[in-house]
T-cell receptor, first 114, second 112 residues
């Protein structure tokens, strides 16, 4: 059973471009979470999704950021018109539906905006 | 809202000596608490978790943590540090629906 797969591992974008980050959850996991880690900081919750539904997006910036988890395929975190401040490591985690179960993290995508 | 405070940004120990990484939490109800480890340029790995069962929780790689409600603490310990333990450690509280709230991290340095 492969773990949580994120791609790409590293992504470089120029200011104003779009960044698309992908996350394939562990097999059987229907809950996906996205976190952002700025340099020298802990991870900050961004969004919690189930298949085709956004459950909690309280940590998402109001503009330029969006996330989806379609019925088929990976979850996508999309950042439009990137700025230097978006440079960070973006981690995806997945879990089973039951409460209190462990969330498994991917290795992250390191976004650099130049 | 729940939160965690990691009291030390850096901890330095010698190989073979005990490790203590401190964490205090704030929660309005019975929390789920976790410790994650992050090695350089790697993802996060769960070391251990507390979910209202035994207050002394044993994890992987010889780590353990004790939940102390009276002190609102969940400190991470290991009797004898190994060079491979050098990493960033995060104390985490679960805020419902598995929304995890991370501390700012403690960097553990292990010298020979």
């Amino acid at each position: 059973n492969a773990g949580v797969m994120q791609n790409p591992r590293h992504l470089v974008r120029r200011r104003g471009q779009e960044a698309r980050l992908r996350c394939s959850p562990m097999k059987g996991h229907s809950h996906v979470y996205w976190y952002r880690q700025l340099p020298e900081e802990g991870l900050k919750f961004m969004v919690y999704l189930q298949k085709e539904n956004i459950i909690d997006e309280s940590g998402m910036p109001k503009e330029r950021f969006s996330a989806e988890f379609p019925k088929e395929g990976p979850s996508i975190l999309r950042i439009q018109q990137v700025v230097r401040g978006d440079s960070a490591a973006y981690f995806c985690a997945s879990s089973l539906p039951a409460g209190g179960t462990e969330a498994f993290f991917g290795q992250g995508t390191r976004l650099t905006v130049v | 809202a729940q939160s965690v405070t990691q009291l030390d940004s850096h901890v330095s120990v010698s190989e073979g000596t005990p490790v203590l990484l401190r964490c205090n939490y704030s929660s309005s109800y019975s929390p789920s608490l976790f410790w994650y480890v992050q090695h350089p340029n790697k993802g996060l790995q769960l070391l251990l978790k507390y979910t209202s069962a035994a207050t002394l929780v044993k994890g992987i790689n010889g780590f353990e943590a004790e939940f102390k409600k009276s002190e609102t603490s969940f400190h991470l310990t290991k009797p004898s540090a190994h060079m491979s333990d050098a990493a960033e450690y995060f104390c985490v509280v679960s805020e419902g629906f598995q929304k995890l709230v991370f501390g700012t991290g403690t960097r553990l340095l292990v010298s020979p």
